[in-house]
């Protein structure tokens, strides 16, 4: 039987995926606009986002296995 998935997990999970949204978003705006430079800066805060959710769920994957 699965085990509940840890509250912080959830909030990271909501957290990432608001801002990989918001980073996409922005940086198509911005692309469209044709400000080029600050396009990729936004595209490239998509990075932070999918690694902290990646870190908390590898983090609440080793204390189940305990």
Known sequence: MPEAVPTY???????AVLGMSL???????????GF?????AAFAMFIPA???MMLAERHADSGQSE
Do not use: D, M, Q, Y
């Open 9 to 15: 997990v959830i909030a990271a999970r909501i957290g």
């Open 50 to 52: 999918l690694a902290i």
């Open 23 to 33: 980073s996409l978003a922005t940086g198509l705006l911005l692309l469209i606009g």
């Open 36 to 40: 080029i430079l600050p396009s990729l």
